[in-house]
């Protein structure tokens, strides 16, 4: 009995069939690991300000406020179930490290004293997510391996974020932005819209090598800066008296929803016909 489960287990696991690459059904699981680059598209009504403070200059939000880059990295795990010989239905579940990065120049005029004082800062976003694809392909067997495209959509479920707002050089913040002391980070939850194309080389009669390129939209990034981005204060809101004088805040801190508008990736692992 106990040979017969484990010729039988053997034959499930390393299937002996020679024209197993024919067969209009199979079951894949595959492991695949790589990296890409992140987009922030341009956000809109990022215009400035008024200073109701009656400065001589008004306030401005330069941070994230124009089209940014980034990059990421990730590795997941991928079950795939072919049906009617070139259609196939692929679920997987990612673990991804993503990043923005920009670099701001702040700019101060002293009038005083007719100087101009520059601060130079390094700003990046950082924030890990569990991503859930589905997508659907269309497959074209060649030889021993396979070639496809395909379309689906992607959960993705934010786990954390953290922010880097360093100083490179210059002289402290002055004026307005002398206050502004954190950049903050906010994890989301997101939906994509995915297409990609791929092919798999074969290894064995059971082990391929898939190389991937994958691409995502994210239909949940608001094109309004201030939806992606919370301000403690606003120049224009909740005024305090001083001598008599109604004296508008400015921001000390600032929160950014850590998503990306598109991403791109390419990933490569190994691939395993279970049946």
């Known amino acids: 009995m106990r040979r017969w489960l484990v010729l039988t287990l053997v034959c499930f696991l390393?299937?002996?069939n020679a024209h197993s690459k024919e067969r209009d059904v199979d079951v894949t699981f595959s492991m695949k690991a790589g990296g890409g680059g992140e987009f922030w598209s341009q956000p809109s009504n990022t215009t400035v300000v008024p200073d109701l403070n009656q400065t001589s200059e008004q306030?401005?939000?330069?941070?994230?406020?124009d089209a940014r880059g980034g990059y990421n990295y990730s590795v997941g795990f991928f079950g795939q179930l072919r049906v009617i010989r070139h259609f196939g239905i692929e679920v997987g579940f990612i673990m991804t490290?993503?990043?923005?990065i920009e670099q701001t120049t702040f700019t101060y005029h002293d009038v005083t004293n007719s100087d101009i004082d520059t601060t130079k800062f390094d700003e990046r976003i950082h924030w890990a997510v569990y991503r859930?694809?589905?997508?659907?392909k269309?497959?074209?067997p060649v030889s021993n391996s396979l070639v496809w495209v395909g379309a689906g959509v992607e959960f993705s479920y934010g786990r954390y974020a953290n922010t880097v707002f360093d100083k490179?050089?210059?002289d402290d913040l002055q004026g307005k932005r002398r206050d502004f002391k954190y950049l903050l980070a906010q994890e989301q939850d997101d939906l994509y819209f995915t297409f990609g194309v791929g092919?798999?080389?074969w290894g064995s009669p059971n082990f391929r090598v898939p190389i991937e390129l994958r691409f995502g939209y994210n239909f949940r990034q608001p094109s309004n800066y201030f939806d992606r981005a919370v301000f403690d204060a606003l120049p224009n809101a909740n005024p305090t008296t001083v001598d008599g004088k109604d004296v508008y805040p400015y921001p000390t801190s600032m929160t950014v929803k850590a998503r990306d508008s598109w991403y791109g990736e390419v990933l490569i692992g190994i691939a395993y016909d279970l049946y």
């Open 14 to 16: 390393f299937p002996l």
């Open 59 to 65: 306030f401005d939000f330069p941070l994230f406020a």
């Open 97 to 100: 490290h993503r990043t923005f």
């Open 132 to 136: 859930v694809p589905i997508m659907a």
């Open 138 to 140: 269309f497959l074209v």
């Open 168 to 170: 490179m050089s210059g």
């Open 199 to 201: 092919t798999e080389v």
